[in-house]
């Protein structure tokens, strides 16, 4: 049994832990600046410190203090130590399952991922957040910067840049599983809106694998602009709150956690409406709430991400009582959930 000193010990380490999480994050944007795990993955072999060091971007005065931030990321499972010989004092580096996901080539990459989250305009709406429970602004984005996050991206080129290529990182590997594992999605179908597609990483892998699918990319005008089409991918500027065009099947990735349940029954209606045939559906790739005890680590992403789109939208991520409630309103009448493609899920919906 523990002593009274011993709880309050574990107690202070618990909360020194989550004050300084943001050290995790902001040194792994560090060693990604620096490329360090593009350059381990080039030597081919497990890396000694010294030439790490001596491959890097860095001023000869800073040398010394590489180990030290190697330290913390091999803590935290970017990195693996590897002692070649019992009595070889230099460490050498390998890189773990997390850190290939950071590499620059990698086809499921999350460098840039991490670039938008740690970005100052993604940062600063968090030193809002206290103040917005006392204001009428909708999100504490605004508060930050009197403005929405889409008439941000709008007005801001480079972190409308730096956004689309996070989601595009995102979506090509989603999209590689979700053909890979669920080909039956798109059998039968001819025709296929891919709404707030973006950049249409989505719609291409989807129509290369199935070539007699022709696939729209909806998303807003300053999105597509100037973004060339193929012989069965074409782009549309539009507003989903105004007008979706038809297609045997829509498809919404990641799009309704942004917004709240009224303005994802508008989406669901305009998607229903543009539903051109009897058998045709809807395709909902997004997250669905779990609360698995024996899997705390996904727990805990979930409710990160809950409390990102609290912060930057209106929306939130939803159970599946939550999702039935939104697609009952929207007037249909039967929905099917499939799990765990990683951290999201689909769920095909009919009229």
């Not at 000193?5 to 990604?32: D, P, Y």
Request: proline share 4%; hydrophobic share 40%; glycine share 6%.
């Amino acid at each position: 049994m523990e002593s009274h000193g011993e709880e309050l010990l574990r107690a202070q380490t618990h909360v020194w832990n989550h004050i300084f999480k943001f050290i995790s994050s902001m040194s792994l944007r560090c060693a990604i600046d620096l490329g360090i795990p593009d350059v381990i993955h080039s030597y081919g072999q497990p890396m000694p410190l010294s030439e790490l060091i001596a491959s890097l971007p860095i001023h000869h005065a800073k040398t010394c203090f590489i180990y030290r931030l190697m330290r913390i990321l091999t803590h935290s499972g970017f990195f693996s130590e590897h002692n070649v010989t019992e009595n070889e004092l230099e460490v050498r580096y390998v890189l773990t399952d997390a850190s290939k996901l950071l590499l620059k080539d990698h086809h499921s990459g999350m460098s840039s991922l991490l670039q938008l989250i740690v970005d100052p305009v993604y940062i600063n709406p968090w030193f809002q957040f206290s103040n917005w429970f006392t204001n009428e602004d909708p999100t504490p984005f605004h508060t930050q910067n009197g403005m929405t996050f889409w008439d941000l991206a709008t007005c801001e080129p480079k972190f409308n840049k730096l956004f689309n290529e996070a989601m595009a990182s995102h979506t090509e590997w989603v999209s590689s599983v979700v053909v890979e594992k669920c080909k039956g999605l798109f059998k039968g179908l001819e025709s296929l809106v891919d709404v707030g597609g973006g950049t249409g990483t989505m719609a291409k892998v989807i129509a290369k694998s199935f070539p007699q699918l022709k696939c729209t990319v909806l998303d807003l005008p300053h999105v597509v602009a100037n973004l060339q089409g193929t012989e069965n991918v074409k782009y549309v500027g539009g507003d989903m709150f105004e007008a979706i065009p038809s297609a045997d099947c829509i498809m919404l990735k990641w799009v309704l956690h942004n917004w709240n349940d009224e303005e994802c029954v508008t989406i669901l209606k305009k998607c229903k409406e543009a539903i051109n045939r009897g058998d045709g559906k809807v395709i909902i790739i997004d997250l669905v709430m779990e609360n698995k005890k024996e899997d705390d680590k996904l727990t805990q992403t979930q409710l990160f991400f809950d409390m990102q789109m609290l912060v930057f939208f209106t929306g939130k991520e939803r159970n599946e009582k939550e999702w039935a409630n939104l697609i009952h309103s929207a007037g249909f009448s039967n929905y099917k959930i499939t799990p765990s493609v990683g951290l999201v899920s689909i769920i095909e919906v009919c009229p």
